[in-house]
């Protein structure tokens, strides 16, 4: 499998291609990443040194690529936080690229737009286009909760509510949607929930909530989702197996009260999970 991986890079720790990169590799993907920025590490620190790139630059490497006669074997895009709508309006044509190359090509957009408790943190523009060009344009979406209520313009207070809002989001265009960190009235307070919907049906996977609030995880298990939808075809098989991985990971991390994802030295929750949690029927 080959996937082109269009996101924010950091030199120390683990978020955007940082964070997806690996894990796809450790899985037997070859992943072309191209960064929309280099940093040298995340913004969380509150300091960090590096470079925005400019969306032209997405254009020329995927050309670059494309002089090499491989579009064809692209499988999918795989898209993270885009930092402004001119780089959106770059990954978009990045994808109708690869997609004229092979009709079979797939693009997972993970909608990056904000969170609760934080609201909104992109550019203005960057919801607009996420909800008018982006998620249109996508297969697959990985949005968590305030993304799922931003993107359908619904509240999400009750699992019923959730279907309900990505019923909306599947007529905008995707047919796969992953929702991430889900606390609903039926989630109980030591627990948290992923929701995924697709043409196989709707599926829950309930964690248990573990002490941490890590840079990256979304843009793992983006990653990973995307991977075992390509992989298995199947909705349900999608969720259990990327929710396992990035719960070991998860815990192994918190167990070592480490800032950063510890994704290599936990490499082996991405083959081998040790906790599998299974996918129940909504």
Same mark, same amino acid.
């Given at each position: 499998m080959n996937l082109l991986s269009i996101q924010s890079h950091v030199a120390?720790?683990?978020?955007?291609n940082a964070s997806a990169v690996f894990p796809l590799q450790r899985l037997g993907v070859e992943v072309w990443p191209i960064h929309t920025v280099q940093f040298s590490n995340h913004t969380?620190?509150?300091?960090?040194?590096?470079?925005?790139? @400019?969306?032209?630059?997405?254009? &020329?490497?995927? *050309?670059?690529?494309? @002089? $090499?006669?491989?579009?064809?074997?692209?499988?999918?895009v795989l898209s993270g936080y885009?930092? /402004?709508?001119?780089i959106g309006a770059a990954i978009l044509d990045a994808v109708e690229r690869v997609k004229g190359a092979n009709a079979n090509a797939t693009y997972c957009c993970d909608p990056v737009i904000g969170d609760v408790g934080r609201g909104i943190f992109?550019? %203005?523009?960057?919801? !607009?286009?996420? $909800? !008018? $060009?982006?998620? %249109?344009?996508? &297969?697959?979406i990985t949005p968590n909760q305030? @993304? +799922? *209520? +931003?993107?359908?313009?619904?509240?999400?207070?009750? +699992? !019923? *509510?959730?279907?309900a809002a990505c019923d909306l989001l599947h007529r905008a265009g995707p047919a796969v949607i992953l929702v991430?960190?889900?606390?609903?009235? *039926?989630?109980? %307070?030591?627990?948290?929930?992923l929701l995924a919907s697709g043409p196989d049906g709707r599926f829950l996977v309930r964690t248990p909530r573990l002490d941490v609030a890590l840079n990256g995880a979304g843009d793992a298990i983006a990653a990973l989702?995307?991977?075992?939808? +390509?992989?298995?075809?199947?909705?349900?098989?999608?969720? /259990?197996a990327a929710a396992s991985s990035i719960y070991g990971v998860l815990a192994r991390t918190e167990k070592a009260q480490s800032r950063e994802l510890l994704l290599v030295e936990a490499q082996e929750e991405f083959v081998t999970p040790s906790r599998l949690f299974p996918a129940s029927v909504i």
């Open positions: 120390y720790g683990h978020v955007g969380g620190y509150g300091a960090w040194r590096g470079q925005v790139f @400019e969306a032209g630059a997405i254009g &020329d490497l995927v *050309e670059g690529i494309a @002089e $090499r006669g491989v579009l064809s074997r692209c499988d999918g885009m930092g /402004s709508a001119d992109v550019r %203005p523009g960057i919801p !607009e286009f996420m $909800r !008018e $060009r982006a998620v %249109p344009a996508a &297969d697959v305030f @993304e +799922l *209520e +931003l993107l359908s313009g619904r509240s999400v207070a009750t +699992l !019923e *509510e959730a279907v991430t960190s889900l606390h609903v009235r *039926e989630t109980p %307070p030591d627990s948290i929930d989702f995307f991977f075992h939808v +390509l992989r298995t075809g199947s909705t349900r098989a999608a969720i /259990s």
